[in-house]
């Protein structure tokens, strides 16, 4: 019988170049596919695309080595995203295989 499990997804360890140092790598590790709830909320920002790509990009993070001041790790949300260098942003957009399937959501919807 199918199975419905979030757990089973593949997903990548993409290097950001931007965040990393020669002895500190900066990782996200990113899903591959995009799920129904992948997608929820990611509406409330239509009329802003690069808010739309943030939330995109934040709901597909599996995992990732930043941490606060005190050496904690980073909680993902939209928040902590947004503090990424823009090229890092830039970079996960343009690697990320399942970001293509969010902005072809987006291409639907003009259409209508």
């Known amino acids: 019988?199918?199975?419905?499990?979030k757990d089973s997804r593949?997903?990548?360890k993409i290097i950001l170049k931007a965040s990393s140092q020669p002895n500190d790598e900066a990782w996200v590790e990113i899903y591959e596919d995009v799920l129904t709830g992948d997608v929820m909320g990611v509406g409330q920002f239509e009329e802003n695309k690069m808010m739309?790509?943030?939330a995109a990009i934040?709901?597909?993070?599996k995992d990732w080595n930043f941490t606060d001041k005190d050496g904690n790790k980073s909680e993902i949300s939209i928040e902590t995203v947004k503090l990424l260098?823009?090229?890092d942003?830039?970079?996960l957009i343009s690697e990320v295989k399942?970001?293509?399937?969010f902005q072809g959501l987006?291409?639907?919807k003009k259409n209508k």
Not at 1 to 5: C, N, S, Y
């Open 89 to 91: 942003m830039m970079q």
């Open 98 to 101: 399942a970001f293509d399937k």
């Open 58 to 61: 934040t709901n597909l993070i």
């Open 52 to 54: 739309a790509s943030l």
């Open 10 to 12: 593949v997903s990548k």
């Open 106 to 108: 987006t291409e639907i």
């Open 1 to 5: 019988m199918p199975k419905l499990d």
């Open 85 to 87: 260098p823009f090229e």
